[in-house]
């Protein structure tokens, strides 16, 4: 398996741009849409491992073609609390701009921590990740009196949501965002090293 920046790219692109595909076949949508140029629209993209620039937002708006004012954001670096981190940063944004809509994408490129080693400590990385965020997105079936509507796609690798504030989407919306929560402990050495990484000690001989 190569672990090389190229194929990173490739593997968060076909991830990453099947989820947008699947969640425009499953509303119906064009990418103009769901970003138009009348409304101050927003995209966000999530990757903890594989933070590349351009960055993940830019490969999505260039794939599809989407309207250069739009607001795209892409945050990594925080392990599985990206998501709820960049749904609260959503939530934020469309309660400053009525009438808009967001594309939420998560993704999880694993190929940048492709472990090809004997270390059994470190082959981990290659099928599972462990943080000690604690997170939790909460979502109710759509009501007539909900300002945020949700589609979600999921793919391997990558999940798609829209979501919007615009009145007259409310009814065809599945679900509504009712509250996000985040706990996080970067203060205590426990949580902040329990990313699959380690710490060495070298020993450097003076001549």
Same mark, same amino acid.
């Given at each position: 398996?190569?672990?090389?920046?190229?194929s990173?790219?490739?593997?968060?692109k076909?991830?990453?741009?099947g989820a947008?595909?699947g969640l425009?076949a499953?509303?119906?949508?064009?990418?103009?849409?769901?970003?138009s *140029?009348l409304?101050?629209?927003?995209?966000v993209t999530?990757?903890s491992?594989?933070?590349?620039?351009? @960055?993940?937002?830019s490969?999505?708006?260039?794939?599809?073609?989407?309207?250069e004012?739009i607001q795209s954001? #892409?945050?990594?670096?925080?392990g599985?609390a990206?998501?709820?981190?960049?749904i !609260?940063?959503?939530s934020? *944004?469309?309660?400053a #701009?009525?009438?808009?809509? %967001?594309l939420?994408?998560?993704n999880?490129?694993?190929?940048p921590a492709?472990?090809?080693g004997?270390d059994?400590s470190?082959l981990?990385?290659?099928v599972?990740?462990r943080?000690? #965020?604690?997170r939790?997105?909460s979502?109710?079936?759509m !009501?007539?009196g909900?300002h945020? %509507?949700a589609a979600v796609?999921?793919?391997?690798g990558a999940?798609?949501?829209?979501? @919007?504030n615009?009145q007259?989407?409310?009814?065809?919306a599945?679900?509504r965002?009712v509250s996000?929560t985040?706990?996080t402990?970067? @203060?205590? @050495?426990?949580s902040y090293?329990?990313?699959p990484?380690?710490l060495t000690t070298?020993?450097?001989?003076a001549s």
């Amino acid at each position: 398996m190569l672990a090389d920046l190229l194929s990173a790219y490739d593997e968060c692109k076909m991830a990453v741009v099947g989820a947008v595909e699947g969640l425009l076949a499953k509303t119906g949508l064009q990418p103009s849409d769901v970003l138009s *140029l009348l409304t101050q629209d927003v995209l966000v993209t999530t990757c903890s491992i594989y933070c590349p620039t351009p @960055s993940m937002a830019s490969m999505v708006v260039n794939h599809f073609k989407m309207n250069e004012d739009i607001q795209s954001y #892409h945050l990594g670096g925080m392990g599985c609390a990206n998501g709820v981190v960049a749904i !609260n940063m959503v939530s934020d *944004l469309l309660k400053a #701009h009525p009438n808009a809509n %967001a594309l939420f994408i998560t993704n999880e490129t694993t190929t940048p921590a492709f472990y090809r080693g004997q270390d059994k400590s470190r082959l981990v990385t290659n099928v599972l990740f462990r943080n000690r #965020h604690r997170r939790s997105v909460s979502m109710q079936a759509m !009501n007539p009196g909900a300002h945020i %509507a949700a589609a979600v796609v999921c793919r391997m690798g990558a999940s798609a949501m829209l979501l @919007s504030n615009k009145q007259s989407w409310a009814g065809r919306a599945k679900y509504r965002l009712v509250s996000t929560t985040l706990q996080t402990y970067p @203060s205590l @050495s426990s949580s902040y090293q329990s990313t699959p990484f380690q710490l060495t000690t070298r020993s450097v001989a003076a001549s």
